[in-house]
């Protein structure tokens, strides 16, 4: 099975902390992707990437930044938190999206809290 | 554009009765259709999927889902319902030819809540 492992389950940060949320899968996937999940909101897109080094901001991009080193690691980057960031975080990846016919493999999601 | 709607925020049925949650989409080209379901405090699950094909495609735990090309439709349903099925279910989308790398879209969740 693939997998989509997110370092942390549940996290409390402090407003201005620089906040590190990272996601690892281990299917040799080219795109990975991060949301937040809000409710009533749905899944918003934060930024994904196609490949290494590579990055696109999604529709929700402001405040967060993002790094991918590795293929199969993206980490997702709150340079100053706020409290508008608490949110549930989401990575996913998926093979190569130009060729595949599959969706997407989520990790089980990083609950975030900024106080 | 791209977009989906899911019309219901909400769906409660009854144990053994059966259920739809409803889905429509906006895309250009061919779409390419999905859902997920979601328990609490978890990440999204796959459970079924439309590419090209039967109009009536089958997925995990009894769930199945018709594809209707002229009403733009993709709903999710089950003959009969189980407590165990309440969740938080996402339909989405990606169009099969176009510039936007072939991302999902997503609609904003129906949360199914099934009764004993």
């Known amino acids: 099975d693939v997998k989509v492992t997110q370092s942390s389950r549940y996290l409390v940060k402090r407003t201005g902390e620089k906040v590190f949320l990272e996601c690892v899968q281990d299917m040799d996937h080219e795109n990975m992707f991060w949301y937040r999940q809000d409710p009533g909101l749905g899944l918003r897109l934060i930024y994904f990437s196609y490949d290494v080094k590579m990055k696109e901001k999604g529709d929700i991009p402001e405040g967060y930044s993002v790094s991918r080193e590795k293929k199969e690691r993206f980490s997702l980057i709150l340079e100053s938190a706020s409290t508008n960031q608490t949110s549930m975080y989401l990575c996913a990846s998926s093979l190569a999206l130009r060729v595949t016919r599959e969706g997407y493999t989520f990790g089980s999601g990083t609950r975030l809290t900024v106080v | 554009a791209q977009s989906v709607a899911q019309p219901e925020d909400q769906v409660n049925v009854a144990e053994g009765n059966p259920l739809t949650v409803k889905c429509t989409y906006s895309v250009s080209g061919n779409p390419y259709l999905f859902w997920y379901v979601q328990y609490p405090n978890r990440g999204l699950q796959f459970l079924l999927k439309y590419i090209t094909g039967d109009n009536l495609v089958k997925g995990s735990y009894g769930f199945e889902a018709e594809f209707n090309k002229s009403q733009t439709s993709f709903h999710l349903k089950k003959p009969s319902a189980l407590v165990s099925d309440s969740a938080l279910y996402f339909c989405?989308?990606?169009?099969?030819?176009?510039?936007?790398?072939?991302?999902?879209?997503f609609g904003r969740g129906t949360q199914l809540t099934v009764w004993p």
């Open positions: 989405a989308v990606r169009p099969d030819r176009g510039s936007t790398l072939g991302r999902l879209y």
